[in-house]
């Protein structure tokens, strides 16, 4: 149980590649932080220069109070989940859950016991005299958590743990991962290159694009107030909606919509963003209006998705299942101004 | 040059060049054609005899028919005459310095030695190696001495261990050392059967010190491979949860090139049991550093006893056979595990 601090952290491997930069995040104790950002983006390099398998070139990362810069990894009291497991596969279940503990000189009957504990957690009761070649793929990811959790360790490390499941067990391991956050009462932090893994779990989600930490918030607060076009592309599916367009005395005029922007903004160009669910079938009015030319419908049940072209540009709309399109019709739809945003040319930022 | 003699081979060249592939090809189209013929059930279970048994007619020939006349012949006396057992009691008698008891003896510590001593410098060097810049480089340095042919190794380490009288200059590498760091009187490292720590002669150990030289380089290349097969992710695994480097290599390094070591160890120990070349051209099994592969060649070179050294042959034989088999399925363990 600590909080983490990236501190002004950079890692650099030769003198033009440098693959996090500028690096600034306070984890708090206790808190399931998950770091997202397209792969190559410098997550793993982050989480790794925490754990002490790489070192840092600048800045400082503190575990509580405590600067690890000049700690080994063996006395920094963290376990980390790597994503290919790294189980030890001349051990027994029972030994790769016990490794950590016997590092750490415990007695053998609180070894015992806390290896059956987190056996019977994670329900590896039936395999523990089995080698990790004889287990399925999640059974091996359970006993790396396993190897984990038994330690009770300051904080806990996982990279991309289930890029290695089926989709099913994926979703279901997502929510036991949860469930064990809130027992274990530990500070997480959890790597991950899909964005639905880091809206679900994360009680914040850091954001990371080339090197460069782009937003830090709640999933709420960045779904809802991206802070560039970047972190406003990444999150959400189907993505939100990015039109070209210039701004004329405060309003905006794209190829095929013109909306009056709740905000005054500052620059004359830039890019309109507005997600699916913002573009309804009423038209409201007096308010937005855009047509769109349909190519594919996409009917969910529950949702019925249709993209399109709206004047020069591709738009996707999250309409009323009932409503009645076809590939090829033409449709007056309308914008919900509430979910609008408007990011500058220049720097991408977000200005609403 | 007197070419002539080419001239009059040149129909046999003839019939190697051209003779022994058409024979095979006819043997590959015969055989196909008549496998062909069979009714559709009996050919998977004929065909791949058809194609092995050229290489078990060789086999045969070449290695189980002159193994089996070894193992007769060392039942019988010079004049062909079954004499039982005889042949393996004279080799068997005088015990612990007649017969073929001190190339036994020394047989037993090539196996211990130069087994160890490969093992563990091949074993060292990979893992000091492994972190080296230049790291192919130096490994083919060690590697060097196994392109070079026994005698020239021979040749290499008389220097290293030549003598000269106390008083004169020493010009064998391991005496100037001797004389002008540690201020000692020079050894004749080949001759001096004193023991080494009291127990093991000093000429032995210089004979398998000379070996093991010529066969580190062997070991350090399989043992560097098996190093490198394991995943990084273990070690920084182990790093996370607690472990110092000495205890990393301890309980995981070590662990999971076990396979490769008993694969490579299993090897060197035949290699020790079959020791001839280094002993021959060094000693010749003077100064009691005899071998069981040299006495056999003395025995069959000099003595003309051939049954005597067919006995040794067969000693050495069932000695190494079960070595074998356990080097072979640990191989197929090895390879079943990847
Ligand atoms: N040892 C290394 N030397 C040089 N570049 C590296 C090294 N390790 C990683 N990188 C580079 O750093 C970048 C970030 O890598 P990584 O942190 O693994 O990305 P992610 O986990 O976000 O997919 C990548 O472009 C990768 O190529
Ligand atoms: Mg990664």
Known sequence: MASVTYDHVVKRYTADLTVVKDFNVEIKDKEFMVLVGPSGCGKSTALRMLAGLEAISEGEIRIGDRVVNNVAAKDRDIAMVFQSYALYPHMSVYDNMAFPLQMQHMKKDDIDKRVKNASRILGLDNFLKRKPRALSGGQRQRVALGRAIVRSPKVFLLDEPLSNLDAKLRGQTRIELQKLHRDLQTTFIYVTHDQVEAMTMGDRIAIMNAGILQQVGTPGDIYDHPANLFVAGFIGSPTMNFVPATVDNGTAKASGLEVKLPKPVSAAKGTLGFRPEAVTDRVVEGGPTMKMKVDVVERLGSDQFLYGQVGADQVTARVDPRMSVQPGDTVQLGLDTRGLHFFDAETEKALI | ?338
Do not use: C
């Open chain 2, 1 to 338: 040059m007197d070419f002539s003699v080419l001239l009059t081979d040149l129909p046999t060249l003839v019939v190697v060049i051209i003779g022994v592939p058409a024979v095979l090809a006819a043997y590959i189209v015969g055989g196909e054609y008549l496998v062909r013929r069979l009714p559709d059930k009996a050919r998977p279970s004929v065909r791949p005899w058809i194609w092995v048994a050229p290489a078990l007619l060789l086999v045969a020939g070449f290695l189980v028919a002159p193994a089996i006349g070894t193992l007769a012949q060392s039942f019988e006396d010079k004049n062909g005459a079954f004499i039982g057992f005889q042949n393996f009691a004279a080799q068997l008698a005088g015990f612990p310095t007649g017969g073929a008891w001190i190339a036994i003896r020394n047989n037993l510590f090539w196996l211990i030695f130069y087994t160890l001593f490969v093992l563990a410098f091949g074993l060292l060097l990979a893992v000091l190696f492994d972190r080296v810049p230049y790291e192919s480089v130096v490994k083919s340095l060690i590697f060097m001495p196994m392109a070079i042919s026994s005698v020239a190794l021979v040749v290499i380490w008389k220097f290293m261990y030549a003598y000269q009288p106390p008083g004169q200059p020493q010009t064998g590498t391991l005496n100037f050392i001797l004389n002008t760091v540690f201020h000692q009187d020079p050894r004749t490292w080949i001759q001096d059967e004193s023991p080494l720590l009291g127990l093991f002669p000093l000429n032995d150990m210089a004979l398998i010190g000379a070996a093991v030289w010529g066969i580190v380089g062997f070991s350090l290349v399989i043992l560097s491979a098996a190093l490198k097969g394991i995943p990084g992710d273990l070690l920084e695994a182990a790093r996370v949860d607690g472990a110092g480097e000495i205890t990393i290599f301890r309980r995981v390094i070590f662990p999971l090139m076990m396979p490769t070591v008993v694969v490579v160890g299993t090897t060197l120990v035949i290699f020790a049991l079959k020791a001839f070349d280094v002993v021959y051209a060094m000693t010749n099994g003077n100064y009691h550093t005899d071998v069981l592969a040299n006495r056999m060649y003395q025995l069959l070179y000099n003595s003309h006893d051939f049954g005597g050294a067919s006995a040794v042959a067969v000693i050495l034989l069932l000695t190494v056979i079960p070595v074998l088999i356990f080097n072979l399925r640990q191989f197929r363990a090895v390879e079943a595990r990847r």
